[in-house]
Each structure stands twice: as structure tokens, then as C-alpha cells.
């Protein structure tokens, strides 16, 4: 099982929609969360840190089921801007060090 | 602040060649990653530094792949010899700690093609 899993999509939606990706996490005793995004031949950039009791930044939410291992971004009013890949990431103790692991992404696209 | 800056852009070399590529970490930042992405395996840590010190390279692929830091502003990752799998986007990403309060901050990256 993969330490961190997303859907890899795509999620095509059009412009104005809600959408909403997940993420799950294997490590019970995981502290950090983000969410990055990735744009087309580019860099990662953090996107917004998740906290427990859930954040929002705009039109974005990001919220931490710690139960149930998972977290979970929301897309209010999509713009065609939003397109980009997605990155769900834990930090955690993995191969004997506390370290950031990355998933492999979920692709969202906005179209007119 | 400049952000955490790679070099080159692009590296084009053929099988069998050295390659080096260059990070230049934000200043302060204490913590410097080399990260490698392919579309098959996304994003993959191949070793980390703190405070010039190599701390987790248990990413590193095999013996042919290296990565120093001799100074608190510049690290280089060399494969050598390269080869034709060794293709990737590169990026080198920098940190005020391990990263699990603040994130990475990465560079633009280096995307390598070996042929």
C-alpha cells in the first residue's frame, strides 16, 4: 500500500463547479498535512497547510479526518485557472526519518 | 528573496556521460532536498540535507547517482554515468526546518533527458 493515495483523475469540470478531491494516508501517527499545486512543466507550490480542525483559504477548504486517514480539498467555483495537478502531502516517520511524502497527484481540469 | 534556484534548465547529454546539476537553497533555509519526478513514479525524495550534512539518502537510485553540499549555499547532484532511465524532472527544494511545519519551498527544476 502506498504511503500517501490519491485519484490520479482527470476531474474535468466546467467553469463555476464544486469539486472535490481526497487523499488517504497510511501512517496513523502523521502531524503535517498540505496541499501543493503543481502546474503544467512546473514546480510544486504549497497550496494551503490542513489543519485538524479544517481551514479555508478563499475558495478553497481543506479538511483532516484523522479516524479515518484521509484528507480532503474542496473547489468552490471553479475558474479555468484552477487547472493544474494536485498534490496531497503527509509528513511522517518513514525509512527512519520524519520527512514530507508526496502523492502522485490528481489532475483537474476547467473548461469554459 | 530569489526562491530556491536550479541549474540548468534543461540538460540534453548522451548515455555514458557525467551530468551535474546545481541547487542554490533560499538563505537560512537549513534543510535542502533533491527530489526526482517521472510520470510512472512522481515524486520521489533521493536524499536530504541538514545543515550541509547528508541526514536520509536511502532514495538514491545506485552508486551511479551522488549529491554533496559543501556550503549552506549550493548543493549538486551528479549521475555519472548517465543513463537513458536516469530521464526526469530534478528538483532541489529547500526548508527552515524538516518541512512538516512550514512545506517545501522548490526551485524550477532541471529536466534531464539522457538518449
Known amino acids: 500500500r502506498k504511503e500517501v493515495e490519491q485519484d490520479p483523475g482527470p476531474f474535468n469540470v466546467p467553469e463555476g463547479a464544486t469539486v472535490a478531491f481526497n487523499c488517504t494516508y497510511s501512517?496513523?501517527?502523521?502531524?503535517?498535512f498540505f496541499w501543493y499545486r503543481q502546474d503544467c512543466r512546473k514546480e510544486p507550490k504549497l497550496l494551503m497547510s490542513?489543519?485538524?480542525s479544517g481551514n479555508e483559504d478563499g475558495r478553497f477548504t481543506a479538511q483532516l479526518n484523522r479516524a479515518s486517514q484521509y484528507i480532503s480539498l474542496l473547489i468552490r467555483d471553479s475558474k479555468l485557472s484552477d487547472s493544474a495537478t494536485y498534490l496531497c502531502?503527509?509528513?511522517?516517520?518513514?525509512?527512519?526519518?520524519?520527512?514530507?511524502?508526496f502523492g502522485a497527484g490528481t489532475r483537474l481540469a476547467v473548461h469554459p | 528573496d530569489a526562491g530556491v534556484i536550479q541549474s540548468p534548465r534543461h540538460e540534453v547529454t548522451e548515455m555514458g556521460q557525467e551530468v551535474t546539476l546545481r541547487c542554490k537553497p533560499i538563505s537560512g533555509h537549513d534543510y535542502l532536498f533533491w527530489y526526482r519526478q517521472t510520470m510512472m513514479r512522481g515524486l520521489e525524495l533521493l536524499i536530504y540535507f541538514n545543515n550541509n550534512v547528508p541526514i536520509d539518502d536511502s532514495g538514491m537510485p545506485e552508486d551511479r547517482f551522488s549529491a554533496k553540499m559543501p556550503n549552506a549555499s549550493f548543493s549538486t547532484l551528479k549521475i555519472q554515468p548517465s543513463e537513458p532511465r536516469d530521464s526526469a524532472v530534478y528538483f532541489c527544494?529547500?526548508?527552515?526546518?524538516?518541512?512538516?511545519?512550514?512545506?517545501?519551498?522548490f526551485g524550477s527544476g532541471t529536466r534531464l533527458t539522457v538518449v
Open positions: 502531502v503527509v509528513g511522517m516517520f518513514s525509512g527512519g526519518y520524519n520527512k514530507l511524502i
Open positions: 527544494a529547500s526548508s527552515p526546518d524538516r518541512g512538516l511545519s512550514h512545506g517545501y519551498t
Open positions: 490542513v489543519y485538524s
Open positions: 501512517n496513523s501517527a502523521s502531524q503535517s
